[in-house]
């Protein structure tokens, strides 16, 4: 209960704000749940990832000659490289996705293709710009846009607000 004097009535006390969370009276608004079943298809991914890596790595050893260095010593251990060449190899397309126009709500995708020879994702010049939505920027809302975006009526309204 707040005191009489208390100069923001609508503004809970220091101390109501610290609570447990984790009660049943008084739910975490930041964190939903997640389902037990995403969580266990996410692992269960990623070792099918980490599994098919290994298998990969065991028949290239069984069927392809070793490497021949001249007497130099390899750069990268197969165990610290794992990651980089059988997980992240297969997953490199969900980020690093190169765009061609400023991060608005709106951007400009550049299409990319599996290359023949290597594993690389490289662009592809005669494929159309894709246009996305940009949901997974700080400027999704378009706050930063130079021109077209919110900035103008954020403005405006504070402004307005402010006289």
């Given at each position: 209960?707040?005191?009489?004097?208390?100069?923001?009535?609508?503004?809970?006390?220091?101390?109501?704000?610290?609570?447990?969370?984790?009660?049943?009276?008084?739910?975490n608004?930041?964190?939903?749940?997640?389902?037990?079943?995403?969580?266990?298809?996410?692992?269960?991914d990623?070792?099918?990832?980490?599994?098919?890596?290994?298998?990969?790595d065991?028949?290239?050893?069984?069927?392809?000659?070793?490497?021949?260095?001249?007497?130099?010593?390899?750069?990268?251990?197969?165990?610290?490289?794992?990651y980089?060449?059988?997980?992240?190899?297969?997953?490199?397309?969900?980020w690093?996705?190169?765009?061609c126009?400023?991060?608005?709500?709106?951007?400009?995708?550049?299409?990319?293709?599996?290359?023949?020879?290597?594993?690389?994702?490289?662009?592809?010049?005669?494929?159309?710009?894709?246009?996305?939505?940009n949901?997974?920027?700080?400027?999704?809302?378009?706050?930063?846009?130079?021109?077209?975006?919110?900035?103008?009526?954020?403005?405006?309204?504070?402004?307005?607000?402010?006289?």
């Open positions: 209960k707040l005191p009489k004097e208390h100069p923001f009535k609508h503004t809970p006390p220091r101390r109501a704000t610290s609570l447990n969370h984790n009660s049943p009276s008084m739910p608004p930041m964190y939903k749940e997640v389902p037990y079943l995403y969580s266990v298809l996410t692992f269960v990623y070792i099918v990832l980490i599994v098919i890596g290994h298998l990969h065991f028949f290239s050893l069984l069927f392809s000659p070793p490497a021949k260095f001249d007497g130099l010593p390899p750069l990268l251990d197969d165990f610290a490289d794992f980089t060449r059988r997980v992240y190899g297969r997953l490199q397309d969900c690093s996705r190169p765009i126009s400023k991060p608005g709500g709106w951007f400009d995708l550049l299409p990319r293709e599996k290359s023949e020879t290597t594993r690389d994702l490289v662009l592809n010049p005669d494929a159309p710009v894709r246009r996305c939505i949901l997974g920027s700080y400027n999704y809302l378009g706050y930063g846009d130079a021109n077209g975006g919110v900035g103008g009526d954020v403005v405006h309204n504070v402004a307005k607000t402010l006289r």
